[in-house]
């Protein structure tokens, strides 16, 4: 049987809270403003409960979430976040990792962090950190943090050399695996996929850590729309799957979207298939689409 993951992005889940006194003097104030010019109308709860019904009904294994779940990070859109995450399913059947809207302010995404450490910390339990790694149903996830906190309207993103060091020692670890390795992260690592401003600063080195080892897929979000591109590994080519917003109308972006990824196991061989699952407005459901055998397969070494 195939081992079935979703892969959901930028749920943005509504709706945000009212601010204290206190965050009119922040950076929050700017993000509340925006929220109610423009984005509420975008975010919608009953895409959430249509994306529920979807996942209820694909039933797949595992899910991966690549950040953005609040949008200015107050902690009752955490605590909102934190009651989602739990009517997913268990904390074992679930993979997550923060966005650039989950560090919306400095102090925010350890806090975050703090509450949303049983989806992200890594096997065997001890201190949440990054990057983490999940072994699942043969499958190994791996989990990035790129949210920062920025003072100034900016989104863009950036893993450090602590992080990036540690991804290297953890992907070394996992040398001679035949298991298929997947990393989640936010801002796409991939060049020219966000413009100036949104970008991943050090995308170049999780490049070179990414190709030297045998890594299979990275997924992430942070566009708002699907996106596919390839990175160059050790076992050829690494294919780069963006998702969607989760719980877009489509007004100002894609239409709300995930991704059904299937790895199964012939033999000594593992390929990997995908279906993009997209919310059609008319019918308020989310419909999957033709599946699609990707251009990775792992094998033995």
Same mark, same amino acid.
């Given at each position: 049987m195939p081992y079935t993951i979703a892969h959901l992005s930028d749920?943005?889940?509504?709706?945000?809270?009212?601010?204290?006194?206190?965050?009119?003097?922040?950076?929050?104030?700017?993000?509340?403003?925006?929220?109610?010019?423009?984005?509420?109308?975008?975010?919608?709860?009953h895409i959430l409960v249509a994306l529920q019904r979807s996942l209820d009904a694909l039933a797949p294994d595992h899910i991966c979430i690549t950040g953005d779940l609040t949008f200015t990070t107050h902690p009752g859109e955490v605590a909102q976040a934190t009651r989602w995450l739990q009517s997913l399913g268990s904390t074992e059947s679930i993979s997550l990792v923060p966005g650039n809207h989950d560090a919306y302010v400095p102090g925010a995404l350890e806090q975050a962090c703090e509450a949303w450490a049983?989806?992200?910390?890594? !096997?065997?339990? $001890?201190? +949440?950190?990054?990057?983490? &790694?999940?072994?699942r149903g043969g499958v190994d996830i791996i989990g990035l943090s790129s949210g920062i906190p920025l003072r100034l309207p900016m989104t863009v993103g950036r893993?450090?050399?602590?992080?990036?060091?540690?991804?290297?020692?953890?992907?070394?670890?996992?040398?001679?695996?035949d298991r298929p390795c997947v990393v989640l992260i936010h801002h796409p690592p991939q060049e020219g996929a966000a413009r100036h401003g949104k970008e991943l600063l050090d995308r170049e080195a999780l490049r070179s850590v990414l190709g030297d080892y045998a890594v299979d897929l990275v997924l992430h979000g942070h566009l708002h729309r699907p996106v596919r591109a390839t990175l160059q590994g050790q076992r050829g080519t690494i294919e780069v799957l963006g998702a969607s917003s989760a719980?877009?109308?489509?007004?100002?972006?894609?239409?709300?979207?995930?991704?059904?990824?299937?790895? !199964?196991?012939? $033999?000594? +061989?593992?390929?990997?298939? &995908?279906?993009?699952?997209?919310?059609?407005?008319?019918?308020?459901?989310?419909?999957?689409?033709?599946?699609?055998?990707?251009?990775?397969?792992t094998e033995p070494h």
């Open positions: 749920v943005h889940i509504p709706p945000l809270p009212p601010l204290s006194p206190g965050d009119w003097f922040s950076k929050r104030a700017l993000g509340l403003f925006s929220w109610h010019r423009k984005w509420k109308a975008e975010h919608r709860v049983p989806w992200m910390t890594g !096997d065997g339990g $001890g201190q +949440q950190q990054f990057p983490y &790694l999940h072994r893993i450090g050399s602590v992080q990036l060091e540690a991804l290297r020692s953890l992907l070394a670890g996992l040398e001679g695996s719980s877009a109308l489509g007004d100002r972006y894609a239409p709300a979207h995930y991704h059904l990824l299937e790895f !199964d196991r012939d $033999g000594g +061989q593992t390929t990997i298939a &995908l279906r993009h699952v997209r919310y059609d407005r008319a019918s308020d459901t989310f419909v999957p689409g033709e599946r699609e055998v990707l251009t990775c397969a």
